[in-house]
């Protein structure tokens, strides 16, 4: 049973009520009491700026996860099953996983300009190489056994992919997934701040110059808000689906 | 049914550490005719498991040929290996239907599934079986095929005598009702004097041909243990060559 006392609304409702006593204590335009922040929330909404900027920068979202998850899902799956070549080619993953998220962004405003195109760019080059190594060991953890057995029953490639191979990877594209999009969603906004003129990041830029703290966490909270939905309604879903054969 | 001619020059992996290779399989010559049910015995590591992947066509590196008689098709195979390698994220059902041709529809799985005592389990998935069970659903998956070659390696090992004498007769029954040639690989000499139309004897490594011996036992004997142990005493006394694997 469950206690009263550390239902997860309770634990939600604390966390307001510090913010305010805090707010309150301080009086300082730095930290804005809740329902000021709920206030800019609400007006930005209905005066289209946030549902604009906010689309924008999940359209961005969405184009750069499509591409690093399936440029990352090949290239990892072809590491996985290539020794040689994995081996040849691990001291490039580990360079680009070390590469700082912001050098990347810098190059590639540089070499392609400010522009829409550079921008994905640089939030793909970021997320990919943690896509590639994860879905590599998937590759490399493909049970033989059960290969040889779709050999021997005749299962042709299209099922065994769809009901050997794929069942297998599914962990490992979910947990690339599920960090990718907290990941994706960190880097963007700098890459939005740095060469946008549009999207959230530009949005807390412009709050930012202004100082107007109510403004950075309204956005913030609309933001985390979609990302949690995005998370609770997709991917959590997918993942017990994946997991439903376990014991 | 496939008529089976298997021929092994020499099938070697190489060896784990440095130079040289590891021989598995030297010089083995085996027909099977068509209908055959023929048991493989030899000791533990001679290369009985290599010799199955390769008349299964999943292991191609060997000197050879694996001949099967009808003409260009490929044989209708089962395969029965030492493990039961289902997919654990399908129930059991679904591994049982995933291995039809597309086809099929496997009208008769329902009345197989019973007579192997797995129609209840028919929707679980395969973690939630005993060790038994799971072997019981892979030879269930391999009869469900109907396949004409049927290949064996050590099925009944691990289960318990009287689940294994059951299956056994399975195995008999559904052989007899529609003949197909059966390979079946054991080290146990009773189990495989019971089943068999011909027991070759196996050496190794490298694994070749010790001796061929037709069971002259008629198949409604088999189950008389004593005739059984008759028969392996006569090996044993006219072929000392074979007296280790007694």
Redesign the interface.
């Known amino acids: 049973m469950r206690s009263v006392l550390f239902h997860p609304a309770l634990s939600a409702l604390l966390f307001l009520a510090l913010w305010q006593g805090l707010a309150a204590l301080l009086v300082s335009p730095a930290l804005p009491p809740p329902l000021a922040v709920f206030g800019v929330l609400y007006e930005e909404t209905l005066s289209g700026q946030l549902p604009f900027h906010l689309g924008i920068t999940l359209a961005r979202l969405l184009a750069s996860f499509v591409l690093a998850m399936s440029l990352g899902t090949g290239l990892g799956i072809f590491l996985g099953r290539h020794d040689k070549l994995d081996r040849f080619f691990d001291q490039w993953l580990v360079i680009f996983l070390n590469v700082p998220a912001l050098v990347t962004v810098i190059l590639c405003y540089v070499w392609f300009g400010l522009t829409e195109v550079a921008a994905i760019t640089a939030v793909v080059v970021n997320k990919l190489p943690n896509v590639v190594v994860t879905l590599r060991e998937g590759a490399r953890a493909l049970d033989r ?2 290969l ?2 779709a ?5 042709g490639r299209w ?1 065994t992919l769809r ?2 191979i794929w ?1 297998q990877l599914f962990p490992f594209l979910i947990a690339a997934a599920r960090t990718g999009i907290a990941l994706i969603w960190k880097i963007i906004l700098v890459v939005e701040l740095l060469g946008r003129g549009n999207g959230m990041g530009y949005q807390l830029h412009l709050f930012f110059q202004l100082f107007n703290v109510a403004g950075i966490l309204a956005y913030t909270i609309a933001f985390v808000a979609v990302i949690q939905l995005i998370e609770a309604l997709l991917l959590k879903p997918l993942d017990r689906q994946a997991k ?4 | 049914m496939s008529r089976v001619e298997i021929n092994i020059r020499k099938k070697a992996y190489p060896a784990r550490h440095g130079l040289g290779e590891h021989v598995a399989i030297r010089d083995l010559h085996i027909e099977l005719e068509a209908g055959e049910f023929v048991c493989l015995v030899g000791p533990s590591g001679c290369g009985k498991t290599t010799l199955l ?1 390769i008349i ?3 292991d191609r590196q060997f000197d050879g040929s694996i001949g099967t008689g009808e003409g260009k098709a490929a044989p209708r ?3 029965v ?1 030492q ?1 039961p ?1 289902l ?4 129930t059991v059902r679904e591994n049982i239907d ?2 039809l ?1 597309a086809d099929e529809d496997g009208g008769d799985i329902g009345h197989l599934l019973e007579v192997m005592d797995l129609a209840q389990w028919q929707g679980q ?1 395969p ?2 079986l005993s060790g038994g069970m799971s072997r019981r659903v892979a030879l269930a ?1 391999a009869f469900a ?1 109907r396949p004409t070659l049927l290949l064996m390696d050590e099925p009944f090992v691990s289960l318990d005598p009287p689940t294994a004498r059951r299956i056994r007769q399975l195995l008999v029954n559904v052989w007899r009702e529609r003949p197909h040639t059966v390979l079946f690989v054991t080290h146990d000499l009773r189990e495989a004097i019971t089943l068999a139309d011909r027991l070759v004897f196996l050496s190794g490594p490298p694994a070749t041909v010790l001796h061929q011996v037709a069971v002259d036992i008629p198949r409604d004997h088999r189950d008389d243990e004593a005739a059984v142990e008759a028969f392996r005493q006569r090996l044993a006394a006219e072929h000392p060559e074979i007296r280790a694997l007694l």
């Not at chain 1, 439903?244 to 014991?247: K, L, N, Q, Y």
Request: aromatic content about 18%.
């Open positions: 056994d059960l040889e057995m050999q021997a029953y005749r299962f099922k009901h050997v069942p439903r054969w376990r014991r | 992947n299964s066509g999943l195979m089962g395969y290996f493990n390698r997919l654990p994220w399908r995933l291995a041709p998935y973690q939630k998956r095929i």
